[in-house]
């Protein structure tokens, strides 16, 4: 069993920066592909970036160039960088973790833990 917890969030004008974090417990961090997913009021979970085990990284087309995923496999951590952000990043952010093979790196239903959410306000 993982436990993920996600922080970082907060309110920001258009334009700034946020750092989102995600603590994983276990041994087994770096076996994990990590994935960070967003949820708007009244929309779908949608995925925003992943990082698989080896480090290789995916981006949604929404984020990419202002985005930017990293773990850290010593701290047991998935950091994701927000910059350049604008009011429709407004979202609650999740972190992920699951044994997922790349080709579904992008799809909600792979990852097998969730971390409880953190808020990201973006104003106008």
């Known amino acids: 069993q993982v436990q993920l917890v996600d922080s970082g969030g907060g309110l920001v004008q258009a334009g700034g920066s946020l750092r989102l974090s995600c603590a994983a417990s276990?041994?087994?961090?770096?076996?994990?592909?990590m994935g960070w997913f967003r949820q708007a009021p009244g929309r779908e979970r949608e995925f925003v970036a992943a990082?698989?085990?080896?480090?290789?990284?995916y981006y949604a087309d929404s984020v990419k160039g202002r985005f930017t995923i990293s773990r850290d496999n010593a701290k047991n951590t998935v950091y994701l960088q927000l910059t350049g952000l604008k009011p429709e990043d407004t979202a609650v952010y999740y972190c992920?973790?699951?044994?997922?093979?790349?080709?579904?790196?992008?799809?909600?239903?792979?990852?097998?833990?969730w971390g409880q959410g953190t808020q990201v306000t973006v104003s106008s």
């Open positions: 992920a973790a699951g044994w997922v093979p790349d080709n579904a790196i992008v799809r909600r239903a792979a990852y097998d833990y």
């Open positions: 276990g041994h087994t961090f770096s076996t994990y592909a």
């Open positions: 990082v698989t085990w080896r480090g290789g990284t």
